[in-house]
Every structure is written in structure tokens, then in C-alpha cells.
């Protein structure tokens, strides 16, 4: 999975997708043998507009929690698909709205239903 886009690939606007992904009996099997299987498979998987934010080994139900950037659902569920079969995971995809968005913005109106975008700082991305 590539390197972040800074919020937006271009001048298209794009959203968060969170991809909890669990590996299949034959992945687990080849991910013992070749334990970057995973990231080589997230690597190779190209869908036009989805940028790869980041891939985590996680604890707990999951095996692996991937963080893409993706201009629509439709490349956010092509690219899921894709990386599901060459890394032999089943993939739980999740769009993620930041929680900023939910709040109401000043000056009246919800985010959501008016279409807004919050600035950089608010897009839930992590603060250095």
C-alpha cells in the first residue's frame, strides 16, 4: 500500500475506507511460507483513483487492518476484491466518515447532507 495523497489524489475529492481483512485457510498456509504475502499482494494491487494509506498486523478477530483512500465505493469495493484474492483474505470493507463531519458546522447545516468537506486538520488524520 502506497504513501498517503495529502486528502485527495488530484483535484478529485476522495474518502476513507477501512478494510479489515481475515485470512483464508490457504493464506494462512502461505503466509507461513512467505510471511510478506500480504503487503507484496497490497503492493501489486492497482485500482485507478485508490491509494493504500497504510496495512497493520492487528490482534483480535482480524488478521490484518488496511486504511485506503478512494474517489468512490464502487474503486474502494474493486480494489477490496482484488486484494482479497492475491493475498487469500476475506475483506470487511468499511467506508470511515471523520467525526468531524458529524458534528454540525458553524454557521448552520450538517456537513453530511450539505455536501461540505472539512479542512485538513478536521479530516480525522492523525495530529503530529
Same mark, same amino acid.
Given at each position: 500500500?502506497?504513501?498517503?495523497? @495529502? @486528502?485527495? /489524489?488530484?483535484?478529485? &475529492?476522495? &474518502?476513507? *475506507? #477501512?478494510? /479489515?481483512?481475515?485470512? !483464508?485457510?490457504?493464506?494462512?498456509?502461505?503466509?507461513? %511460507?512467505?510471511?510478506? =504475502?500480504?503487503?507484496?499482494?497490497?503492493?501489486?494491487?492497482?485500482?485507478?483513483?485508490?491509494?493504500?494509506? @497504510?496495512? *497493520?498486523?492487528? /490482534?483480535?478477530? *482480524?488478521?490484518?487492518? $488496511? #486504511?485506503?483512500?478512494?474517489?468512490?465505493?464502487?474503486?474502494?469495493? =474493486? *480494489?477490496?476484491?482484488?486484494?482479497?484474492?492475491? %493475498?487469500?483474505?476475506?475483506?470487511? !470493507?468499511?467506508?470511515?466518515?471523520?467525526?468531524?463531519?458529524?458534528?454540525?458546522?458553524?454557521? $448552520? $447545516?450538517? &456537513?453530511?447532507? !450539505?455536501? &461540505?468537506?472539512?479542512?485538513?486538520?478536521?479530516?480525522?488524520?492523525?495530529?503530529?
Amino acid at each position: 500500500m502506497g504513501e498517503a495523497a @495529502g @486528502g485527495a /489524489l488530484g483535484d478529485e &475529492a476522495v &474518502a476513507n *475506507y #477501512i478494510l /479489515l481483512m481475515t485470512l !483464508t485457510p490457504e493464506g494462512r498456509e502461505k503466509v507461513l %511460507a512467505d510471511p510478506e =504475502r500480504v503487503l507484496r499482494a497490497g503492493h501489486e494491487t492497482n485500482v485507478d483513483g485508490v491509494q493504500g494509506l @497504510g496495512l *497493520y498486523g492487528v /490482534l483480535g478477530p *482480524y488478521d490484518f487492518v $488496511g #486504511i485506503i483512500e478512494a474517489p468512490d465505493n464502487d474503486a474502494a469495493a =474493486r *480494489y477490496s476484491m482484488q486484494l482479497g484474492v492475491k %493475498a487469500m483474505v476475506h475483506i470487511t !470493507t468499511l467506508p470511515a466518515v471523520p467525526v468531524a463531519l458529524l458534528q454540525e458546522q458553524s454557521g $448552520g $447545516g450538517d &456537513a453530511l447532507a !450539505t455536501g &461540505a468537506e472539512a479542512s485538513p486538520g478536521d479530516r480525522g488524520d492523525p495530529v503530529a
